[in-house]
């Protein structure tokens, strides 16, 4: 099956904690998993991305965390600020080729 | 450089009529894509090319016909437009080795 499930759907954070976002997905012919940011009004943009010959990678205040055998990856920002309200989305690429997205979160974190 | 374009960025088209999307890019990219996104269902991959002269359909292709001739475009039409298919398109595009997807604005469009 090419589906990746997120949640949560909604995620409310105050300045400076942790927002945690959770994926799961069940084909193994999947080989990269990306987590996108998207602003309304605005096209995704690519945040950070992770092979899963690799259990976490850190970019800044952003980490992925990657469980190859529960089929499972996650997304935590740190020290989140109000200008990471945005919607968030996890995918994962299909033998190289096309991408399946999960549905999104919706991230707000409050002043 | 322009990255990823589309046109037009908004359309309002009536039950049946016909249109064409395009996306441009001009980094060269060997993949392109279509998606459609509505709300609380993500991105949802309509069809894809590996290079210039293919294309190959994905989740949801169904009332959407695509054409790559040239590298640096990828063309989406709507033959007869149905209001299911109000929604917001988003074309990428990356390179064969590097996985990352480059996105264009975005169209927004509206059949009534």
């Known amino acids: 099956q090419q589906q990746v499930k997120q949640s949560p759907q909604s995620l409310i954070v105050q300045k400076g904690g942790i927002s945690i976002i959770n994926c799961a997905y069940e084909?193994?012919?999947?080989?990269?998993f990306p987590w996108y940011q998207q602003f309304p009004g605005k096209g995704p943009a690519l945040l950070i991305a992770?092979?899963?010959?690799?259990s976490e990678k850190k970019e800044g205040r952003f980490t992925i965390s990657f469980n190859k055998s529960a089929k499972q990856f996650s997304l935590h920002i740190m020290d989140s600020q109000p200008g990471d309200s945005a919607t968030y989305f996890c995918a994962a690429l299909h033998y190289g080729q096309n991408f399946v997205f999960g549905p999104g979160t919706r991230l707000s974190v409050l002043p | 450089n322009a990255g990823v374009t589309q046109t037009p960025k908004f359309r309002v088209l009536k039950t049946g009529q016909s249109m064409t999307l395009l996306c441009a890019q001009d980094m060269n990219h060997e993949y392109m894509y279509w998606y459609r996104q509505d709300p609380g269902m993500g991105l949802r991959l309509i069809h894809y090319?590996?290079?210039?002269?293919?294309?190959a359909k994905g989740e949801v292709p169904d009332g959407y016909n695509v054409s790559r001739l040239k590298k640096q475009n990828f063309l989406l039409g709507l033959e007869s437009a149905a209001p299911s298919q109000t929604s917001v398109y988003f074309c990428a595009s990356r390179g064969p080795v590097s996985y990352e997807q480059y996105f264009g604005p975005g169209t927004r469009l509206t059949v009534t």
């Open positions: 992770i092979r899963p010959d690799v």
């Open positions: 084909n193994t012919a999947f080989d990269y």
């Open positions: 090319s590996v290079g210039e002269g293919t294309t």
